[in-house]
């Protein structure tokens, strides 16, 4: 088992920043990857960053690539999610999850564990 657990979220107004922190615990052995996730009000979810957890080689929806940076403390088993620039489309439950194997990073299939999500709004 592994848990993740996210903080960081909250109100922020457009061009402000934000960082999201998630805890990782249990297993985390196998890990290959940590992603994080976003999904707005009626729209699914997709992919905004991740992170190989041994070298950490890092990854990037266009949507934010040059406004947000994914980065991790193996040492501190924790995963972050620095965001800034944030425009109100950026409003979204943020999640993060653990990826146990290689393959197309931006999708799903492969992460096997997610948090609870945090909220993340953007006023304009």
């Known amino acids: 088992q592994v848990q993740l657990v996210e903080s960081g979220g909250g109100m922020v107004q457009a061009g402000g920043s934000l960082r999201l922190s998630c805890a990782v615990s249990?297993?985390?052995?196998?890990?290959?990857?940590m992603g994080w996730f976003r999904q707005a009000p009626g729209k699914e979810r997709e992919f905004v960053a991740a992170?190989?957890?041994?070298?950490?080689?890092?990854y990037y929806a266009d949507s934010v690539k040059g406004r947000f940076t994914i980065s991790r403390d193996n040492a501190k088993n924790t995963v972050y999610l620095q965001m800034n620039s944030l425009t109100p489309e950026d409003t979204a439950v943020y999640y993060c999850?653990?990826?146990?194997?290689?393959?197309?990073?931006?999708?799903?299939?492969?992460?096997?564990?997610w948090g609870q999500g945090t909220q993340v709004t953007v006023s304009s």
């Open positions: 992170i190989s957890w041994s070298i950490g080689l890092t």
């Open positions: 999850s653990r990826r146990d194997r290689g393959g197309p990073i931006a999708t799903e299939g492969g992460y096997d564990y």
């Open positions: 249990g297993r985390i052995f196998s890990t290959y990857a």
